[in-house]
C-alpha cells in the first residue's frame, strides 16, 4: 500500500478505511480476517497495485537451532 497510493496504514482497519472500505464480521475472527484480507487484495488489483509473492514457497523455511 504504501509504494502504490503512497499511504503507510496504522493497522489493517486503517488500510480498508483509506480505500473506502468497510470491515464486514468479527474483527481478529480468523475467517472474517481472511476475508476483509482478500476483499483488500482484489481491491488492490483492481486499482492496478502489483501484488508480489516475496517469499518462496515452495520449500519450508529454514530453522536455524538456537545456541
Not at 480505500?19 to 474483527?27: A, S
Not at 481478529?28 to 480476517?33: P, Y
Not at 486499482?47 to 508480489?52: C, F, R, T
Amino acid at each position: 500500500m504504501k509504494d502504490w497510493y503512497k499511504y503507510r496504514p496504522k493497522n489493517f482497519a486503517d488500510a480498508m478505511k483509506f480505500v473506502g472500505m468497510v470491515f464486514k464480521g468479527r474483527e481478529h475472527s480468523g475467517i472474517d480476517d481472511a476475508r476483509n484480507i482478500a476483499r483488500l487484495a482484489c481491491r488492490l488489483v483492481r486499482d492496478g497495485a502489483p501484488i508480489l509473492i516475496t517469499t518462496d514457497l515452495s520449500r519450508p523455511a529454514q530453522v536455524v537451532p538456537a545456541k
